[in-house]
């Protein structure tokens, strides 16, 4: 099993352009989540799904859209990159809520805005 | 406002010495508390958790947690470091309504030969 894959690895962008980080699990797990890590701040929650066609806010969602479509997938897009956005990306799942089951996580995706 | 606090930043250990991490929580009722790990490049991976029950846990790669609910604390140990343990380390913590996990800014411990 591949667990949770990240693409792309590393990427750079503009202010003001726009893109989408891929997340997949093949675990079948219900919830997934996106967490941006920052020096100093540890991981922080942008957005979170409990499963196919349900997502909700966590602590910075704001430029940042996401949707699942399928267990499988859940991408992040930035709307319009600013350079407060420059992080490392993690994408995590579990089967059920992270409190009662340990998060699997990606590798990361590491964004610089410029 | 619940929180995770790890005081230390940055711990440098020698290889064979003990280890150990600390963190305190601040939320309403006792919540589950977790320890993870990060190595260079890499996603976390769980060490050890806290739901209930005897308050010293054990993990995986010889570390065990002790928690201390009269001090708020979650603390991580190891007796003896192995130069593989270098990493960073992230203490966090649920409520059993929550959706996410609050974590700690994380300590990064080098292992010197």
């Known amino acids: 099993n591949a667990g949770v894959t990240q693409t792309p690895k590393f990427q750079v962008l503009k202010t003001g352009q726009s893109m989408t980080l891929q997340c997949a699990q093949d675990m079948n797990h219900e919830y997934m989540s996106w967490y941006r890590q920052d020096p100093g701040m540890g991981l922080r929650l942008i957005h979170y799904s409990v499963g196919a066609g349900i997502t909700d806010q966590g602590e910075v969602p704001n430029g940042y859209n996401v949707s699942r479509s399928t267990t499988e997938d859940f991408p992040l897009r930035l709307l319009s990159a600013a350079p407060s956005q420059t992080s490392v990306y993690f994408c995590?799942?579990?089967?059920?809520?992270?409190?009662?089951?340990?998060?699997?996580f990606g590798n990361g995706t590491r964004l610089t805005v410029t | 406002a619940q929180s995770v606090t790890q005081p230390d930043i940055h711990i440098t250990v020698s290889e064979g010495a003990s280890l150990e991490l600390r963190c305190n929580y601040s939320y309403g009722a006792t919540p589950y508390l977790f320890w993870y790990v990060q190595s260079p490049g890499q996603g976390l991976q769980l060490l050890l958790k806290y739901f209930s029950g005897d308050t010293l846990v054990q993990g995986i790669k010889g570390f065990e947690a002790e928690f201390k609910r009269s001090q708020s604390s979650f603390n991580l140990r190891k007796p003896s470091v192995h130069w593989s343990d270098a990493a960073e380390y992230f203490c966090?913590?649920?409520?059993?309504?929550?959706?996410?996990?609050?974590f700690g800014a994380g300590t990064t411990v080098t292992v010197r030969a």
């Open positions: 995590a799942s579990s089967w059920n809520r992270p409190y009662n089951s340990p998060l699997h």
């Open positions: 966090a913590a649920s409520g059993s309504n929550d959706y996410k996990l609050s």
